[in-house]
């Protein structure tokens, strides 16, 4: 069976920085788009980053320039390097991945990490 786990969330003051990570393990023939998504409470879970298998990027504009996406195929990994955070990125963060397995294509969901930007 497949399964994200994430880590890396935590709490940090603003002007700081995180770095998300989360690695896909199981049977897995192909990994195609990989993403971050988060989730404010009260707010619908919006994409904040996604990257392609050949490493083509898309952000959130609200996250433009200060979060970078990337992905480390052989390890099945998608990272999120959050610098310079603010108080508004506070949410819950989960990982998203569309894959090919033993059971077919599906799309999977991290258990979601929280990050708390605060002083």
């Known amino acids: 069976q497949v399964q994200l786990v994430e880590s890396g969330g935590g709490l940090v003051q603003p002007g700081g920085s995180l770095r998300l990570s989360c690695a896909a393990s199981g049977s897995i023939f192909s990994i195609s788009r990989m993403g971050w998504y988060r989730q404010a409470p009260g707010k619908q879970r919006e994409l904040v980053a996604s990257i392609s298998r050949g490493g083509t990027t898309n952000y959130a504009d609200s996250v433009k320039g200060r979060f970078t996406i990337s992905r480390d195929n052989a390890k099945n990994t998608v990272y999120l390097q959050m610098n310079s955070l603010k108080p508004e990125d506070t949410a819950v963060y989960y990982c998203?991945?569309?894959?090919?397995?033993?059971?077919?294509?599906?799309?999977?969901w991290g258990q979601g990490t929280q990050v708390t930007v605060s002083s």
């Open positions: 998203n991945v569309g894959l090919v397995s033993s059971t077919g294509w599906n799309d999977y």
